[in-house]
């Protein structure tokens, strides 16, 4: 009767073994930005952090990060960077290019599965209809400390000039919805006079987010797939005994 016992303990092991490499994530936490999880009067220049829900996000590069609405951009000042389209709630912007780095405060390990980015034109009217800034960028860095950068696109400007906010989930998200991230950076580049897709270039890498769902993994799910094969083992041993 030993082996069908060893054979289950083995299905139960094999079960445990993926049960760890795919976490169960928790359910989803909804970032978007708006009083009471951040206020209005929120700014954070390089080195300084926000903490928004569970989550940290630290501000570095040369810029600074601000809580803003379509309200905060003055047009009628010729140096107010431009206001995106499709939000009119609050969001975090990050001006003179800037990038953000987003972690559990616990340092647990969690997953982004849904947000929206926009490109914060630096001047108002500084761009003709169709024209593409640049990329939307993150830089992930995995629990096992595998980096991933991914990249897409802001979008064309309208008829106007101006840019939109765009949503990012499930699939389009790739590794960073996978419930394996360390931390995630968020940036911008934008291309230059050859077409170089440039960081850094002259604060006009700037960009805002908004409306992050992130998880984080179930933190039983491991315990309670290694409890369920114990048991497994034991009532299989007691069940060889009976027979006996």
């Known amino acids: ?20 490499g795919t976490p169960a994530l928790g359910a989803p936490v909804a970032l978007d930005f708006e009083e009471p999880q951040l206020a209005a009067d ?23 990060a601000a809580a803003t609405t379509p309200a905060s951009f003055d047009a009628s000042q010729s140096v107010t960077p431009a206001a995106p389209l499709g939000n009119a709630t609050q969001f975090l912007s990050f001006f003179g290019d800037a990038f953000v780095t987003m972690s559990h405060e616990a340092g647990r ?15 108002a009217g500084v761009f ?31 008829d106007n000039g101006e840019f939109g906010f765009f949503n990012l989930q499930g699939a389009a998200l ?35 987010i908004d409306n ?3 998880q ?14 114990l048991l497994l083992a034991a009532q299989r041993q007691r069940s060889g005994r009976t027979q006996h």
């Not at 929120?42 to 570095?60: C, D, K, N, S, Y």
């Not at 939307?136 to 064309?156: H, Q």
């Not at 077409?195 to 700037?206: A, R, V």
């Open 128 to 158: 003709g209809p169709d024209v593409d800034p640049g990329l939307f960028l993150a830089f992930a860095v995995l629990t096992d400390g595998t980096e991933d950068l991914l990249a897409w696109d802001f979008g064309l400007s309208d």
């Open 1 to 20: 009767m030993k082996r069908p016992l060893r054979h289950c303990i083995g299905c139960a092991a094999a079960t445990f073994l993926l049960a760890l």
């Open 42 to 64: 929120t700014l954070a220049a390089t080195g300084q952090t926000i903490g928004v829900g569970h989550f940290v996000f630290e501000v570095g590069g040369a810029g600074f």
């Open 174 to 208: 790739g590794v960073l919805a996978a419930g394996k991230l360390r931390q995630v950076s968020f940036g911008a580049c934008t291309y230059d006079d050859v077409g170089d897709c440039t960081i850094g270039n002259q604060n006009f890498s700037q960009f805002a």
């Open 216 to 229: 984080v993994p179930a933190p039983a799910s491991a315990t309670l797939a290694l409890s369920a094969l």
């Open 109 to 123: 390990s969690f997953s982004v599965t849904s947000l929206d980015y926009a490109f914060l034109s630096p001047l």
């Open 212 to 214: 992050i769902v992130a």
